[in-house]
């Protein structure tokens, strides 16, 4: 192996090493943001009972929480 190839393949590794950790940090952020809406979600879903601009909100957006069972049903009759 000469040294240009050896270069080449320490600069690849350090690329690939880099662009995961990009990927962990979008990964991360995304989980944040996923979080974060789903709480606005469910709040915004038991205002709708009260509030009627929230109902609007909610009905024109097509808002809605899965039940955590019904998902996993779907999931198993899926395999």
Not at 52 to 66: D, G, H, L, P, S
Request: aromatic share 2%; net charge positive; charged share 20%.
């Amino acid at each position: 192996m000469n040294l240009v190839q050896l270069v080449s393949i320490i600069q690849e590794r350090s690329s690939v090493n880099q662009v995961a950790g990009n990927a962990k940090q979008a990964i991360a952020r995304y989980q944040l943001v996923s979080t974060k809406l789903e709480n606005i979600a469910k709040d915004l879903i038991k205002l709708s009972d009260k509030n009627n601009e929230a109902k609007e909100i909610v009905t024109q957006f097509n808002i809605q929480m899965n039940q955590p069972n019904a998902a996993a049903g779907q999931d198993s009759s899926k395999k």
